[in-house]
């Protein structure tokens, strides 16, 4: 089969090894600064709220998903919320192992409509359910630097 040909099966797909260089630079965006200013100067998280349909994205967006609503109005959401679920995670972003397995947890803060992924601390798998309450733990004020490493992870809380 050519290269320029097109495929009509998955098994003819053949791997391309080697390395494939790729530069990118993501920037936060609007919505995303005013979210990690405001974790970095008052450790509180905001959400965007659409007033048309009254979901609130945590982290914040600028357009509604359910209605294309332009998103101007930040409001306060809480720094604990549920559990919704999690996975303990062995790989580190760089591909290889790490020292110490990692728990991930997808956490919906009270007064947000969508959820968010981030650490757990301070726990065990064994000691996680879905559905429990955990806060989130920040950095102390002067080490915070506007990203999401600000939150050092989310802890289960009897709250």
């Keep these: 089969m050519a290269m320029k040909e097109r495929l ?12 494939l260089p790729v530069e990118s630079l993501y920037t936060a965006g609007i919505a995303g600064e005013k979210f990690f200013r ?8 905001l959400g965007s709220k659409c007033h048309k349909c009254n979901m609130v994205y945590v982290p914040p967006k ?31 972003l760089d591909g290889k192992r790490l020292l110490e397995p990692m728990i991930v947890g997808l956490i919906n803060l009270d007064g947000a409509s969508t959820s968010i ?3 757990l601390g301070e726990t ?5 359910c879905m559905g429990m309450r955990v806060c989130a ?19 289960p809380t009897k709250q």
């Design 8 to 19: 009509t099966k998955a098994d003819e797909a053949k791997p391309w090894y080697g390395e």
């Design 38 to 45: 405001s974790i970095q100067e008052k450790g509180v998280f």
């Design 62 to 92: 600028i357009y509604c998903e359910q209605d294309f609503e332009k998103l101007e109005d930040y409001v306060e959401v809480a720094d604990c919320g549920s559990l919704e679920s999690f996975t303990c995670v062995h790989i580190g």
């Design 117 to 119: 992924v981030h650490m």
């Design 124 to 128: 065990t798998v064994e000691e996680l």
């Design 137 to 155: 733990v920040f950095k102390p004020k002067n080490k915070r630097e506007g990203a999401i490493t600000d939150i050092l992870y989310f802890k």
